[in-house]
């Protein structure tokens, strides 16, 4: 999955992905987004996490001598008409090699959260939040009916680093 955003512009205008199910695998879909819609890009929405308060308290308490927080990649998935972003964050303590899942940044048009898992951190986004249509253009919050939506399409996620996780822990033979 690749978001597309215009040179020297941080907002998205296409998003591109190639399928990994059969029988489409190898199959391109490409979304060209209206371009009288303000769209986040990626870099927008890591401005976000860091203007994050509480995100950034954390991280920073996180962050210290001992342990070292990694900021994974934020997977951008298009969701009925809009978008949702999902960064995991990592904790690794000082002298192992292994880092540890500790959090998922979730966020979609202003609002950005982060919990301990992904299931805590998509009802706290969707359950708590208004669905109403936003001012200026930007994204309006995805509606509470395409929450089961995402949760099955990042359990998917989920289950290929599960077993990811567990091919790369058995010794090669």
Same mark, same amino acid.
């Not at 001012?135 to 359990?155: E, F, I, S, V």
């Given at each position: 999955?690749?978001?597309?955003?215009?040179?020297?512009?941080?907002?998205? *205008?296409?998003?591109? =992905?190639?399928?990994?199910? !059969?029988?489409?695998y190898?199959?391109?879909? !490409?979304?060209?987004?209206?371009k009288?819609?303000?769209?986040?890009?990626p870099? #927008?929405i890591?401005?976000?996490?860091? #203007?994050?308060?509480?995100i950034?308290?954390?991280?920073?308490?996180?962050? /210290?001598k001992?342990?070292? +927080?990694i900021r994974?990649?934020?997977? +951008?998935?298009? *969701?009925?008409?809009? !978008?949702?972003?999902v960064v995991?964050?990592?904790l690794?303590?000082?002298g192992t090699? !292994?880092?540890?899942l500790?959090?998922?940044?979730?966020?979609?048009?202003?609002k +950005?959260v982060?919990?301990p898992?992904?299931?805590?951190a998509?009802?706290?986004?969707?359950?708590?939040?208004?669905?109403? =249509?936003?001012?200026?253009?930007?994204?309006a919050p995805?509606?509470?009916?395409?929450?089961? #939506? =995402?949760?099955?399409?990042?359990?998917n +996620? #989920?289950?290929?680093?599960?077993s990811?996780?567990?091919?790369?822990a058995?010794?090669a /033979?």
């Amino acid at each position: 999955m690749t978001p597309f955003t215009p040179q020297n512009r941080d907002n998205m *205008i296409a998003w591109l =992905a190639a399928r990994c199910d !059969f029988p489409d695998y190898g199959k391109m879909l !490409f979304y060209e987004l209206p371009k009288e819609k303000l769209i986040y890009g990626p870099n #927008q929405i890591s401005a976000m996490i860091d #203007q994050s308060t509480t995100i950034s308290q954390q991280l920073t308490l996180w962050d /210290q001598k001992g342990s070292n +927080v990694i900021r994974g990649k934020l997977i +951008v998935i298009p *969701i009925e008409n809009s !978008f949702l972003y999902v960064v995991p964050l990592y904790l690794k303590a000082e002298g192992t090699n !292994f880092p540890q899942l500790k959090r998922v940044i979730v966020a979609t048009g202003d609002k +950005v959260v982060m919990e301990p898992t992904l299931d805590e951190a998509l009802s706290s986004l969707f359950e708590n939040s208004p669905v109403s =249509a936003q001012q200026g253009g930007t994204q309006a919050p995805l509606p509470k009916a395409t929450m089961d #939506q =995402a949760r099955a399409q990042l359990a998917n +996620v #989920q289950n290929a680093i599960d077993s990811l996780k567990r091919l790369l822990a058995t010794p090669a /033979q």
